[in-house]
Structure formats: structure tokens, C-alpha cells
């Protein structure tokens, strides 16, 4: 089973700033690696598959790079509506997908 | 509008049943695998068990293979997942969610998500 960490569990950061996640592999997942969104009491939206293609009606202030087992979500410039939780997902070695244990991005 | 809409949830005794389901609407269902990913209280997102869009394949997380059921009707665009003898690690909300890509076996990002049912196991 693939094991996907994130890091930092928290970021802490104000509107306008730049946010960078990441997400490490345990094992090479390709460019299979996914970005999700949660909102507080919502579900899951996709953000980023394919480590670096935008969903339909993503904004172009997210973006995803890497490949292999490293991988970066950077949003440019924090909007309100962006503090949220985030998780990268592997689909490259199935079953089972798996999730990494997710980035919470908080206001400072 | 692509919507997934789940119900079934509740309160339900350790070592008892539920099922859950999950009616799509706004797409051609049946060409779409579609997943089951739950989430316990406060905690992350975990990956629970997905069918094909035929109803042929079907995958489980090792934490409920031989106690969950994953099923389809393409007639009813509804998908649904049949649990039995629960325990509290069951305990969370149920989403289903559709594949991004047509006639995959459900190894692709999920790009429509229901609003989640909750499944609470309790005495």
C-alpha cells in the first residue's frame, strides 16, 4: 500500500500570501497524484489530477508540480475562501487508492 | 447538473446492518465507476471500496473486505453499499463519488462528490 504524508499538518497564513503543501509518496506513484479540497462541513472537490492539471473551474492561482514521489499544491495568492483542508490521493498502485492525511491552511 | 445525492445513514448497534445508496443524476451513469470514501469524525479521508461501470469489478479497503458489499443498478443510476457487522471504527460520514474518466475500473481522481451520509455505530 502506498503511504502518501503531507506536510505541514497546519499552515498558518493570510489572505494574499503563498501557500505550499506537500505531499511525499512512500513509493513512486508516476504523475498519478491528485488534490482535493474540504471545506469545513463539505465535501471533497477536485482540485489538481494527474499532478498538475487543473479541474474543470479551478482557478488559476492553484497548481500542482512533481513527479515520483514528491509532489507540491502551491496557491499563489490566498483568497478568503481558500482556507480550507487539503489532501493529496494516489491512483497509480490500486487497490486501495489511498489519501494522504491532509493539510489544514488556517488565517493568521 | 452532475449531482450525487446519498441517503441511508443512522444510528445502528454494533454487529448490525445498513445499507447505504447513492442516486446520480445529469450523467450517463453506467459508464462510470463509482466509490464509496468515508470519513470518521475529525479525521481524514479514507478509501473504502469502488465498482465498475459495468458492475463487474469490484474493490475493497482491506478494513472491510468480507463485511461490506459494493452494488449497482444502472437502471436506478444508483449505487449502493450494503454493511454488516459494523463497529465503532465505522463510524463516519459515507461519500460516494464518481470517477473523472468513462470505462475505468475506478482508478482515476474522483471529480463529483455526493453531500455524505452519516453512519453513526452505537450501543
Known amino acids: 500500500e502506498v503511504v502518501l504524508t503531507q506536510s505541514p499538518a497546519t499552515l498558518s497564513l493570510s489572505p494574499g500570501e503563498r501557500a505550499t503543501l506537500s505531499c511525499r509518496a512512500s513509493?513512486?506513484?508516476?504523475?498519478?497524484l491528485v488534490w482535493y479540497q474540504q471545506k469545513p462541513g463539505q465535501a471533497p472537490r477536485l482540485l489538481i489530477y494527474?499532478?498538475?492539471k487543473r479541474a474543470t473551474g479551478i482557478p488559476a492561482r492553484f497548481s500542482g508540480s512533481g513527479s515520483g514521489k514528491d509532489f507540491t499544491l502551491t496557491i499563489s495568492s490566498l483568497e478568503p475562501e481558500d482556507f480550507a483542508v487539503y489532501y493529496c490521493?494516489?491512483?497509480?498502485?490500486?487497490?486501495?487508492?489511498?489519501f494522504g492525511g491532509g493539510t489544514k491552511v488556517e488565517i493568521k | 447538473e452532475v449531482q450525487l445525492l446519498e441517503s441511508g445513514g443512522g444510528l445502528v448497534q454494533p454487529g448490525g446492518s445498513l445499507r447505504l445508496s447513492c442516486a446520480a443524476s445529469?450523467?450517463?451513469?453506467?459508464?462510470?465507476?463509482m466509490t464509496w470514501v468515508r470519513q470518521a469524525p475529525g479525521k481524514g479521508l479514507e478509501w473504502v471500496s469502488v465498482?465498475?461501470?459495468?458492475?463487474?469489478?469490484?474493490y475493497y479497503a482491506d478494513s472491510v473486505k468480507g463485511r461490506f458489499t459494493i452494488s449497482r443498478d444502472n437502471s436506478k443510476n444508483t449505487v449502493y453499499l450494503e454493511m454488516n457487522s459494523l463497529t465503532a471504527e465505522d463510524t463516519a460520514v459515507y461519500y460516494c463519488?464518481?470517477?473523472?474518466?468513462?470505462?475505468?475500473?475506478?482508478?482515476?481522481?474522483?471529480?463529483?462528490w455526493g453531500q455524505g451520509t452519516m453512519v453513526t455505530v452505537s450501543s
Open positions: 513509493q513512486s506513484v508516476g504523475i498519478y
Open positions: 463519488a464518481k470517477g473523472q474518466i468513462s470505462g475505468t475500473y475506478g482508478d482515476d481522481a474522483l471529480d463529483i
Open positions: 490521493q494516489q491512483r497509480s498502485n490500486w487497490p486501495p487508492l489511498t
Open positions: 494527474d499532478a498538475s
Open positions: 465498482i465498475s461501470g459495468s458492475g463487474g469489478s469490484t
Open positions: 445529469g450523467i450517463t451513469f453506467s459508464v462510470y465507476a
